[in-house]
Antibody, heavy 121, light 110 residues
Framework: QVQLVQSGAEVKKTGASVTVSCMTSGYTFTTYGVTWVRQAPGQGLEWMGMISATNGYTSYALKYQDRVTLTTDTSTSTAYMQLRSLTSADTAVYYC??????????????WGQGTLVTVSS | QSALTQPASVSGSPGQSITISCTGTSADVGGYNYVSWYQHHPGKPPQLVIYDVRKRPSGVSSRFSGSRSGNTASLTVSRLQAEDEADYYCSSYTGTHKLVFGGGTKLTVL
């Protein structure tokens, strides 16, 4: 079955960077993309960006485009999200999810378990 | 890109039907057939319940249905059950591989 397993919780200092990994299995990694979404405490879901595992194309939300980098390692079917210059406002649960865009369809159909990133001074 | 507009909360009794709206613009909800809905129970990852406006993934109950009129999409949950109590989010493709979510709606089953 399709699985996305994320790395464990992180505690970071203000100004630091964090990298969250998302190891996938159960499907052909390069046929899909990976979307990253976060949820701050008491807030809703927020789209951060997506990366095509087919060709490495990336698209970022304007809010994050200067601070986030999405990458993939097709040899291990793993996606990575790096967020830099952390502030307390970046304290959130970060999700990776499998996305499919093509043939007149778009969907995000499988999600990782989420990774809590806590930023403190 | 501004978040899509959803009501903060809706409620219904078991067996009843509820509808959650998701209002955007012609640049997102009204411009693409790529509106999705997610059910999110606290502490768990979101689950896709509707995609491409009205398609239902395999394994999702037929009690969930989607529709759209103009720039407003809707999710209807029929025959409410206690397990339907959760947060629901809509999302829409906005072009050039970008996405926007709604603010979320808390569904309470009375």
């Amino acid at each position: 079955q399709v699985q996305l397993v994320q790395s464990g919780a992180e505690v970071k200092k203000t100004g630091a960077s964090v990298t969250v990994s998302c190891m996938t299995s159960g499907y052909t990694f390069t046929t899909y993309g990976v979307t990253w979404v976060r949820q701050a405490p008491g807030q809703g879901l927020e789209w951060m960006g997506m990366i095509s595992a087919t060709n490495g194309y990336t698209s970022y939300a304007l809010k994050y485009q200067d601070r986030v980098t999405l990458t993939t390692d097709t040899s291990t079917s793993t996606a990575y999200m790096q967020l830099r210059s952390l502030t307390s406002a970046d304290t959130a649960v970060y999700y990776c999810a499998r996305d499919y865009y093509g043939s007149g369809s778009f969907r995000i159909d499988s999600w990782g378990q989420g990774t809590l990133v806590t930023v403190s001074s | 890109q501004s978040a899509l507009t959803q009501p903060a909360s809706v409620s219904g009794s078991p067996g009843q039907s509820i509808t959650i709206s998701c209002t955007g613009t012609s640049a997102d909800v009204g411009g693409y057939n790529y509106v999705s809905w997610y059910q999110h129970h606290p502490g768990k990852p979101p689950q896709l319940v509707i995609y491409d406006v009205r398609k239902r993934p395999s394994g999702v109950s037929s009690r969930f249905s989607g529709s759209r009129s103009g720039n407003t999409a809707s999710l209807t949950v029929s025959r409410l059950q206690a397990e339907d109590e959760a947060d629901y989010y809509c999302s829409s493709y906005t072009g050039t591989h970008k996405l926007v979510f709604g603010g979320g709606t808390k569904l309470t089953v009375l």
